[in-house]
Structure formats: C-alpha cells, structure tokens
Nanobody, 123 residues
C-alpha cells in the first residue's frame, strides 16, 4: 500500500520560508508522479506543484515563489515555499501516482494522498 507522510509545516511571518517534505513508502519503483495541493480556508483544494522525472509544473499563483524537487534515493518530494503571504495559509497535501502524471482538467489526478501539514503565515 502506498503511503505518504508530509512534514515541515508551521507558522512563519509574511515574507518567510518553509520547506515541506513528503516521504513515499510502499512503492518500489522510482518512476512516479508527485504533486502538492493546498486547501485554503473557504476554498476548494487546488494543485500548486507537480513533478515527474525532470518535468515540473506550477500553478500561476505560486510560480516563482514555490519550488518542487525530489530525492529518488530517499523517496522524498519537497516543496520549498518562499516569499510566503498570509493568503498562502492553509493545509498542504502531497499526492502520488504510479508512473507518469495523468491530466485531469487543468491539473493532475492522483490516487494516493497524505494527511496534510498546516502552513500558517502571519502578517
């Protein structure tokens, strides 16, 4: 069973940075698509970043501020959050799919999800 565990959330002031981590287990192959989503208060969940091999994808709202990366040896995907704004506050989730990323609408579909980690940015 594929399992994802996020860490690295916390509270920072506006302009600060956080680095989220997502460790994947239960999947032996190194070929997988990983994504980060967030759910902001009162809003629907949105995809913010995804990665598959050397390809990265970003939502316009975070482009230039967030960076997704992965360490295949550690089976960990990271999301570096820079220049954080109060409107970035919310629950951040990582997600995974075996193989290449599968498009669904304007983002990607993932069958496996973590429990989420809270990011709070104060003004």
């Amino acid at each position: 069973q594929v399992r994802l565990v996020e860490s690295g959330g916390g509270s920072v002031q506006a302009g600060g940075s956080l680095k989220l981590s997502c460790e994947i287990s239960g999947y032996a192959d190194s070929n997988y698509c990983m994504g980060w989503f967030r759910q902001l208060p009162g809003k629907e969940r949105e995809g913010v970043a995804a990665i598959y091999t050397t390809y990265t994808f970003y939502a316009d709202s975070v482009k230039g501020r967030f960076t997704i990366s992965q360490d295949n040896a550690d089976k960990t995907v990271y999301l570096q959050l820079n220049s954080l704004k109060p409107e970035d506050s919310g629950m951040y989730f990582c997600a995974a799919d075996r193989g290449a990323c599968v498009r669904r609408g304007d983002w990607f579909d993932f069958p496996f999800w973590g429990q989420g980690t809270q990011v709070t940015v104060s003004s």
